[in-house]
């Protein structure tokens, strides 16, 4: 018993130090956007912050609960909205958000990587479904669908993408992110995307 509970106090002190330093990492991110005024140089910034503001995430939810193990998934996703929010602020205040995951639990090594899928594909949106302020919605939800088998969808009604354009097929970091990731995950990526009727990955 007391080397269980040794373990248990050195797996909380690894997420605890593991999360200070990401965050860290965020803040010298933060304090370097203020010094850039190139807004493509800016917003790639602000993009890898929410990467690695996304990872720590996990180890805070990790660290609260204690479980070392495994996280509640829905109240991650809902984090990482939140996070968006807080990032993004006036650009979305006329975009909605709706989370269902339920009491979905996953171990680290499958929420990290689908917490960085959900943060590249809201990113996304956020970007490019809604010029102009456009009124709008987010949807992130996870449902599943047989044995270790999960679909995750997120999905924008925006503007969806050009005529003849292959979202799968496009050479921006984060689309290519989400690929790699999926391929961890042994997962596939499904896109469906129309001109005026949003995009669903």
């Known amino acids: 018993t007391k080397s269980l509970k040794e373990k248990e106090i050195l797996l909380q002190e690894v997420h605890h130090r593991v999360k200070n330093n990401l965050q860290v990492m965020s803040s010298l991110i933060k304090l370097q956007s203020r010094y850039i005024h190139d807004d ?43 996070n968006f929010q807080n990032t993004y602020g006036y650009k979305l205040r006329n975009v909605r958000f709706n989370v269902d995951i339920g009491e979905l639990k996953l171990n680290i090594d499958t929420a990290i990587p689908c917490g960085l899928i959900i943060n590249e594909l809201v990113s996304n949106s956020i970007k490019y479904a809604f010029p102009e302020d456009k009124e709008g919605k987010i949807d992130v939800s996870v449902s599943h669908v047989k ?46 995307s129309e001109h005026g009727k949003g995009t669903e990955f």
């Open 40 to 82: 493509k140089m800016l917003e790639m910034l602000k993009e890898t912050g929410g990467r690695i503001q996304s990872m720590a995430i996990v180890h805070t939810k990790i660290y609260n609960s204690k479980d070392y193990e495994f996280i509640q998934f829905g109240e991650y996703a809902k984090s990482l909205i939140e």
């Open 147 to 192: 044995d270790n088998i999960y679909k995750l969808i997120v999905k924008d009604n925006g503007v969806g993408s050009a005529e003849g354009v292959d979202l799968k097929k496009s050479d921006t970091l984060g689309i290519q992110l989400v690929t790699l990731l999926s391929r961890q995950l042994n997962g596939t990526l499904e896109v469906s």
